[in-house]
Structures are given as structure tokens and as C-alpha cells.
């Protein structure tokens, strides 16, 4: 398709096959990793593609340099033939291409009028022109078919409401091109059918949309095509009629997995970390599991399906609602990081610029910091005994640069293994690792993995948490998939195949139920896996 | 330490693979990006004071005799006092705006148990002490729990507290205190002036917390960012709570060294201190989104200050147009330190 497109254009016979939003070769690098490699797609006003693709395969990426956020670094887009080079959100507007954010961006204190026309607010004598943008709003949330009352502030509305609010903003720019980036994640099983109904008028009048989800069968009954995407480049394109949920999953996820840091399986049975019904309301609930000594226990699942919430938890960060945790055998109780630490389980946070590192500090002030009480003799610290600390973990780690100058300095590898060595000083029973390679090269990439086994090889029962399939299956002896707050199986190695962990990380959560009734939806649920894998 | 003693090392990958390392640094600038460090910590200031100072040699015949330089030491003893508190919290990236007005309550305090309730000298003393932690402690709840902003939080408690001390006697300043007591701020031990010496001791004493004191050295990880001193175990809203109670504590130690110079408790002393003390605190090199500065860097601030003032006074620039130097000098401070230090990303 891309290539008969790319043929007519340069016969010279753009005029018909030209229409469209067409991108060709777009790609993106961030700090010389590459996110986006060449990716072609081609947007005919009143069709719908549907875009998936894993956690970080570039889907976001593709639709924020469609809508102008970010800027390519390779690749072009034409817009009926015309060159089409956003490098602002305005300039996506005025060429008629809109987004329709995943979260919903709205000013709570202002009228639902007001957000609609927010940037761009009629005046008359100076003033807003209130009559004129609650009448132009009551059109295009009629479109939407919502009752909101144009002149009511957007504080106190359902998400839905919201929802419909937003994509009326978007309308209000009569865009001849939508890109809804994961609107049914905060929306119910009604809800999404109402956003369809949308899209599919939407279409009758010829705007062309393209269409991210996660939820796979809804894409299907949504989608003209699906437009597969796989560690930034286009793995599959197909008529959506002609392909099953099980396909897609496959290219979602299918890659060689070559992967050789497996720990050998734990030798001791001991119990390093047992959590039983931990619950905190609204956010996870009744999550059961033990972690061995020795163990490598993965956490998978999609963003925002509480794994974060969960590990963070456990480590103090937050409080739970109910549910007992153990510590090799003894209950602990842990009100904030610190009990947490002292009951000898280490996190290594998500963020490590927002939570991890003080950026503006050595490398080895920060490896010392949770431990200076421990360090310090007499009650005094010394500058000495903080460098030679950090310099022992530096050669642990294979840490690469200078520890006496700001961290912020050093790449992100050496940074992730700074944090990593954080956790160390002390050797942790249990070791929670969330997302413990992001934004790390190969290199660095290897020697984490290569420590994280190590530190299992000791016996300290490790957790890691990860949006990378390849990782989390690779390096864990058994898998915990969540997802929409709730544990759904938990898989050993043998049946932690790729399209298993998808499936569940994917299934469908009845909006209304989870938080409430998790006992039966989970058992439930763990019966029918073991169903599908026998 | 149990992983590092048992030599457990892991098994490398091909370290001849382009491996990271530092990112934008070589040897040569890690040690320009150090200088830079130490330029902007300390010395900037440092060559700002020497210069006024040298000018001020000049200009004045009477700046550089001893006497003068020793009078210095104790125009300032109060703001300087109080920078010490100013600086902990500015460091936590918080701000006490009370300071001025804990100054007078606390010195009020002292003398209406003493000269009004009939207490003894010394437990009115003690007391005074107290309702200047009391206030600062009520600062450290009200930010560290009750989650207000500093600003916030110290400016309720500067308007109570300037009230309470206007309160106690309808506004009249209470006078006569014990003879020892005037003595702290007249008498000089080895020619240095006792109050010179107190300001010393506790610049020494809060320097000596920052730099060897796990509870000193947490404020910078506090100040620099709170989320990874939390999560690092560190006791956040404790230290918080502490900090603003030494300031609260300090604000006190400066009311009595007040009352003790005029011999007198005035309910509207300390009103003009506040925008010195921060402005010491600032040219002193702490950047008021927390988690730099130094005490080093203070003590030259303060310096900078009451040297200014002094000079100023002594070659009869009118009084009020000394602070418009003042604006002049800490704008001048924050430009060049700025330049001076880029951060790292």
C-alpha cells in the first residue's frame, strides 16, 4: 500500500491517491535512542485505523508528531499532497488535525463553554462573550450527544462527561482528522459504545480518525485497518475484518525471545516477602503472593494497572488499606519508607529523576543517603567514609564515571546503576525493582540484569516490575500479570509465554465491578486461563 | 554491606562494547564544572566583600580601625543570629517569614514574667527561649502536617505574633533588666564582644550539624528533593519540624541579644530584620528553591551586609538610600551566581 503510494507520487499522478493525511518514514530518537524507526501510515478522510502496539512501541510518539507536540527527526507527512510540517499543537490545528488526549486536560474551575473554547475565547467589548460560546458549545456537545450544561464548571462531572466534553473541543475545530489516544481507558463498557457511535458519525462525514487502544476487541469493531507497531517500527497493517485478536496480540508482542539472564531456580523454599489481601481503595486489591528467596517474581502488566501502586506499597511508599505483609516469616508493619527499610526491603523507584536521585548531589552522597546514621560513627559522618562506601558498590556495579560529581551528569545507565547501588549498601532481603532499565542503553541494560541475578544468587528475594514484555518474562521464575487493579493469574516460567501474560494484561475489566467483588472475578479468572493453557 | 564483603561479583558483559560513560564530562571538565561549583558556593561572595571592603578602606579613614571592624561584628550579631535559622529552612526549600516578629514577642515575653509576673530573671529568661521554640514549632506543624506552604503558615503566625507582642503591654516597651544581663552586649572577651562570640559559636555549632550530622546533611536531600529523601527513609516531616523550631529558637537568642544592647524589650523590634536576614541568606549563595547553600556562604553574606551598612553610614549616605544598595547588591548576588552555577541534566 505504502509502496504503490510512493510510486504514484513520484509518476506525478498525486491527485487522487494523495488524499489524506499521509506520513511516510517518520522517526524519532530521544537522546540517541531511537522510539519511532521509519513508520508509514496513511489516514483516508473517512476511514479509521486502529493503532496498537505494546507499552513504548511508539504509538504516543507517532500521535504527538502528528498532532505537533513533539517534532520528527526523520520522515515527512502530507496532507492531500500538501507538505504538512506541524511544530506546535497550533500548527497541527490549523491544518485540521486534532488529538484527543489519553488523560483528559481540563481546567476544573472554568465552565464547560469555557474549556471548550479555552485559547481562543470569543470577546465582545472586551469581555468574554458568554451567550455566544455557550450556544456554540450546546451544538457541539449535541454533536457528542451529551446533556451537559454548557455553563456549569467542569468540577464535580464524571470522567465520561468529561470525555464527551473533550472530544467536543476537539470537533470545535472542525478537524478533518482525530487521533483518540486511548479514550476508553477511563471509560465504562456504555460509555465506549457512546464514544463509537461518535466515530462512526464521524466517519459518514468524512473525517478520518485514527484510533489507539489497548482494548483489542473493541478496536476491531471500531477500526477500517490495524496498524500494529513493535519497538517503533510497523510490523502489520491489515483490513480489520480479516484479522483475530489472537494475530494481533502475536505481532503485538512477537519478537525472538533470546534471553539468557534467568537465574537458576532458587534453591531454598524459604519465604523472603509474603503479601496477603493487600488492598488500598480505588487503586489494587486482594493481592496474594509470596516471593522466595532466590526468586525473581515479575509484575506485568499495562500501564496504570497497579503494579507501581502495588511494589510502592509494600515499600511504605504508600499505605494500604488492608492486608498483612511478611518479611522472611515475621509480619511487619510498615507505615513509611523507613519501617519498610528496616524491615529490609528496598525499592528502586520508577522516576528516577523525580524519586530516585537528587540530581544536584554527588553520586556518592547518593548512594549513601538512606544509610547515614548507619555510616557514621559517634554520630559523625565523614566525607571519607561516604566516598569509600560508594567506591566499594562502584565496582560492584561496574558504575562508569566519577562519583564526586553531580549525577545529573552521568548518562542514564550510569545514573540507574548510582540507584541501584543506593539499595545495596545494606544487602535487602527484599528488592523491589520497578522499571529497572527505562531509559538505559544495551550495555548498561546487561550489567543490571547480570546484577539483579547475582543478588538473587545470595538469596534475596527479588521483584521487578517492568512495561517490557521481553524483560519481565526474561528475567523472572514466575510472573504476576494485573490488570485494571486486580491480580489476575500468576504464571511460572513454563506458562509465562508472551501471549499469555498479553491476554491477561489486556483483559477486559467490567468497569463497575473490579474494586468492589475482586475474590470472584479473580478466581474466575484464574480458572479460565488454566482452561485455555490445558 | 554483606554483598560487598562476600565478593560476589556478576559475571560482566563484553566491556569492550560501546559502553556508556560519562555523559557530556571529561577529566578536564569535571574539574572547570568543580571550580565552577566552588566559585558560585562561597567566593563570589567572598571577592564581592573583599572588594567593598578594600573601597570602604579607602573611602573612610575610620572603616578599617579595629573598633570599628569589632563593631561590625556586633551591629550584626542579631540578623546573623537568625540567618543561621533562615538558612536551615531555605536549605529545606521552605521560608519563615516570623522571624522579625518572634524576635519581639520572645524578647516581650521575657520582661512581662519578669517585670510584670514577678518571676525570677533567669526563668523568664528560659521562658522567652521557649516562646520563641514554641512559635517556630507551631511553623513546623502547621507546614511538615498541616501541609500549608511556608509562606503561608510563617506569615499567619508573623501576624500573631507581632500582635501578641504589641498585646502585652498596649505597646509600651518594658525596661530595666538585671546588670549581668545588659553586660552579655557590653563586655568583650580577649577584645571580641561577647554577643560576636555567641554569633560565632552558634554559626560554628549549625555548620558542624550541616556537614557531619546525618540529621544536618539530610536537610540538603530534603531541600533538593523531598520525594527521594522520603523514599530514602529519611525523616521528612521530624526534620521539618525541628528546623523551623531552631529558627523559631534563634529568632529568641536574637530578641534577648536586642533587649540586652538597649537595655530595653520593644514590641516592635525586629520588624525591619526579616527582608535582611533573607537577604543575607540569598547573597550568601542559598537558592531559595532549596537544597543549596552554606553557612560559610551566609557568614559572608552577613558580612557583606553589616560591612555595607557600615560603610554606608560612615560616609553619611542617607538612610534611605542604604536600601536601595541593599536591592542593588542582592540582585547583583543572585545574577552572578547564577551564571555562575548551571545546573546538570
Known amino acids: 500500500m505504502v509502496q504503490t503510494l510512493a510510486h504514484t507520487i513520484h509518476d506525478g499522478q498525486a491527485n487522487e491517491d494523495s488524499s489524506g493525511l499521509i506520513c511516510m518514514g517518520l522517526s524519532k530518537s530521544y537522546w540517541g535512542v531511537p522510539v519511532l524507526k521509519g513508520v508509514d501510515i496513511t489516514l483516508r478522510p473517512g476511514t479509521v485505523i486502529g493503532l496498537i502496539g505494546e507499552n513504548g512501541a511508539g504509538k504516543s510518539t507517532t500521535s504527538s508528531i502528528i498532532a505537533g507536540i513533539v517534532e520528527a527527526n526523520g520522515g515527512s507527512m502530507t496532507i492531500d499532497g500538501v507538505p504538512y510540517e506541524p511544530t506546535r499543537p497550533s500548527d497541527a490545528l490549523k491544518n485540521g488535525v486534532a488529538l484527543i488526549h489519553q488523560e483528559i486536560r481540563m481546567v476544573p474551575e472554568l465552565s464547560v463553554a469555557e474549556n471548550i473554547f479555552i485559547g481562543r475565547l470569543p470577546r465582545r467589548r472586551g469581555v468574554i462573550d458568554r451567550n455566544r460560546i455557550n450556544d456554540e458549545a450546546r451544538e457541539y456537545l449535541e454533536l457528542v450527544g451529551s446533556q451537559t450544561d454548557p455553563r456549569r464548571p467542569v468540577a464535580g462531572l464524571s470522567i465520561a462527561a468529561q470525555q464527551e466534553i473533550e472530544i467536543a473541543r476537539a470537533l470545535s475545530r472542525e478537524p478533518k482528522y482525530i487521533i483518540f489516544d486511548e479514550p476508553s481507558a477511563s471509560l465504562g463498557q456504555s460509555e465506549t459504545q457512546h464514544v463509537f457511535a461518535q466515530i462512526a458519525a464521524l466517519r459518514q462525514r468524512g473525517v478520518g480518525i485514527v484510533y489507539i487502544s489497548h482494548r483489542l476487541e473493541e478496536i476491531k469493531e471500531v477500526a477500517d485497518t490495524i496498524v500494529c507497531l513493535r519497538d517503533g517500527a510497523l510490523v502489520g497493517n491489515w483490513p480489520a475484518s480479516e484479522i483475530t485478536k489472537e494475530e494481533m496480540v502475536k505481532a503485538m508482542v512477537g519478537r525472538d525471545f533470546v534471553f539468557s539472564h534467568r537465574a537458576p531456580q532458587p534453591a531454598t523454599g524459604e519465604v523472603a516477602l509474603s503479601v496477603t489481601g493487600l488492598s488500598k481503595a480505588g487503586v489494587f486489591a486482594g493481592i496474594d503472593f509470596d516471593v522466595h528467596r532466590g526468586e525473581i517474581f515479575g509484575f506485568a502488566g499495562l500501564v496504570g494497572a497497579g503494579r507501581t501502586e502495588v511494589v510502592r506499597t509494600i515499600a511504605g511508599a504508600d499505605q494500604a488499606d488492608a492486608g498483612e505483609i511478611k518479611v522472611h516469616g515475621e509480619v511487619v508493619q510498615i507505615r513509611n519508607p523507613r519501617s519498610g527499610i528496616d524491615a529490609g526491603i528496598a525499592m528502586v523507584p520508577e522516576d528516577r529523576k523525580g524519586q530516585g536521585l537528587n540530581l544536584d548531589r554527588t553520586g556518592a552522597e547518593n548512594i549513601t543517603l538512606p544509610w547515614e546514621k548507619e555510616l557514621s560513627s559517634a554520630g559523625i559522618i565523614t566525607k571519607k567514609k561516604v566516598t569509600s562506601t560508594a567506591n566499594k558498590l562502584r565496582d560492584f556495579l561496574d558504575i562508569r564515571g566519577r562519583l564526586d560529581i553531580p549525577v545529573g551528569s552521568l548518562s542514564g545507565g550510569n545514573q540507574q546503576k548510582v540507584l541501584l547501588a543506593k539499595w545495596l549498601v545494606n544487602e535487602p532481603k527484599v528488592l523491589i525493582l520497578d522499571e529497572p532499565t527505562r531509559g538505559v542503553d544495551v550495555g548498561a541494560k546487561m550489567t543490571i540484569y547480570e546484577t539483579i541475578r547475582a543478588l538473587a544468587e545470595t538469596g534475596v528475594g527479588v521483584i521487578v516490575v517492568s512495561s517490557e514484555l521481553e524483560e519481565v518474562l526474561g528475567l523472572s521464575h514466575r510472573v504476576l500479570v494485573m490488570s485494571g487493579g486486580l491480580q489476575r493469574a500468576i504464571l511460572d516460567r513454563a506458562d509465562a509465554t508472551p501471549e499469555a501474560v498479553m491476554a491477561l494484561a489486556l483483559s477486559n475489566v467490567p468497569k463497575e465491578s473490579p474494586l468492589e467483588s475482586p475474590i470472584d472475578g479473580e478466581a474466575e479468572y484464574q480458572t479460565t486461563i488454566r482452561t485455555q493453557e490445558n | ?345
Open chain 2, 1 to 345: 554491606m554483606a554483598i560487598i564483603d562476600r565478593n560476589v561479583t556478576p559475571p560482566r558483559p563484553d566491556s569492550s562494547s560501546a559502553h556508556d560513560e560519562v555523559a557530556p564530562a571529561s577529566a578536564g571538565s569535571v574539574n572547570t564544572n568543580r571550580f565552577r561549583r566552588i566559585m558560585s558556593q562561597i567566593p563570589g561572595p567572598l571577592i564581592g566583600l573583599i572588594v567593598i571592603f578594600v573601597a570602604l578602606s579607602f573611602l573612610s579613614p575610620y572603616f578599617l580601625t579595629p573598633r570599628n571592624l569589632l563593631n561590625i561584628l556586633s551591629q550584626v550579631s542579631a540578623v546573623g543570629v537568625m540567618s543561621v535559622g533562615a538558612l536551615l529552612i531555605i536549605l529545606l526549600g521552605g521560608i519563615d517569614l516570623s522571624v522579625g516578629s518572634v524576635l519581639a514577642l520572645s524578647s516581650m515575653s521575657m520582661a512581662a514574667m519578669y517585670k510584670m509576673a514577678g518571676w525570677p530573671f533567669e526563668v523568664a529568661l528560659l521562658a522567652g527561649l521557649i516562646v520563641g521554640a514554641l512559635v517556630g514549632l507551631i511553623n513546623g506543624i502547621l507546614t511538615a502536617y498541616g501541609k500549608l506552604q511556608p509562606f503561608i503558615a510563617t506569615l499567619a503566625t508573623m501576624s500573631a505574633a507581632a500582635g501578641l507582642a504589641l498585646f502585652i503591654t498596649n505597646g509600651n516597651p518594658i525596661t530595666g533588666f538585671p546588670d549581668w544581663f545588659i553586660a552579655i552586649t557590653a563586655t568583650s572577651i580577649l577584645g571580641v564582644p561577647i554577643e560576636g562570640v555567641i554569633l560565632v559559636a552558634i554559626f560554628a555549632i549549625a555548620a558542624f550539624w550541616l556537614k557531619f550530622r546525618p540529621s544536618g546533611r539530610a536537610l540538603y536531600a530534603i531541600g533538593g528533593n523531598e520525594e527521594v529523601a522520603r523514599l530514602s527513609g529519611l525523616p521528612v516531616r521530624r526534620a521539618k519540624i525541628l528546623v523551623y523550631t531552631i529558627a523559631g529558637l534563634l529568632a529568641a537568642v536574637a530578641g534577648l541579644l536586642v533587649t540586652s544592647r538597649l537595655d530595653s524589650a520593644q514590641p516592635t523590634a525586629g520588624a525591619a530584620d526579616l527582608l535582611n536576614v533573607i537577604a543575607v541568606v540569598v547573597i550568601g549563595g542559598a537558592s531559595l528553591s532549596g537544597g543549596s547553600g552554606s553557612l560559610l556562604g551566609t557568614f559572608v553574606g552577613l558580612l557583606i551586609i553589616g560591612v555595607l551598612n557600615n560603610g554606608m553610614s560612615l560616609l553619611n549616605v542617607s538612610a534611605n538610600l542604604q536600601p536601595v544598595v541593599i536591592g542593588a547588591v542582592i540582585a547583583a548576588a543572585v545574577l552572578t551566581d547564577r551564571k555562575s552555577s548551571r545546573r546538570h541534566t
